[in-house]
């Protein structure tokens, strides 16, 4: 991968439907260079999709943060299981070293949001967490 493939990835990752004509006249590369190196990047697996982004995932209302949560070792599944089945919880991460698990929580306001995390630590099992609020985001995929 050279820097007209990472100009490429970015210029796609901020507009999926970039034309090949825009790409070619923003790298100063012709079209068929363009389409070619897009073919190849989707070939190799460096572009695994095209996808959108809708407004809420861009600009997410109301409250985001992120929970490293510790686990007792037994819980480790039942955990999990509860955490995937709450609705404010967007992603959930299973990691290595102090956290057992990274949760991507939204709620609609701090209320809301206040007991989300309330419920979260009531879970059986759950030895100890630390939430970070997400303030902004610059830069999403």
Partial sequence: ???LDRTILGALRQNARLPVASL???TGASR???SARIDRLVANGTIA?????????IQPSGVRAIIMIEVVGK?????????RGMPQVRSLHSTNGKWDF?????????AS???????IRLIEGINFTETN???KTSKVA
């Fill in 1 to 3: 991968m050279d820097d």
């Fill in 24 to 26: 070619a006249a923003m």
């Fill in 32 to 34: 068929a260079t363009i």
């Fill in 49 to 57: 999709a095209f996808t959108i982004l809708t407004g809420s995932e």
């Fill in 75 to 83: 819980f480790h599944d039942r955990v999990a299981h509860q955490l």
């Fill in 102 to 110: 990274i949760a991507e929580l939204e709620e609609r306001d701090l």
């Fill in 113 to 119: 949001f206040d007991e989300t995390l309330r419920r």
């Fill in 133 to 135: 609020i997400l303030l």
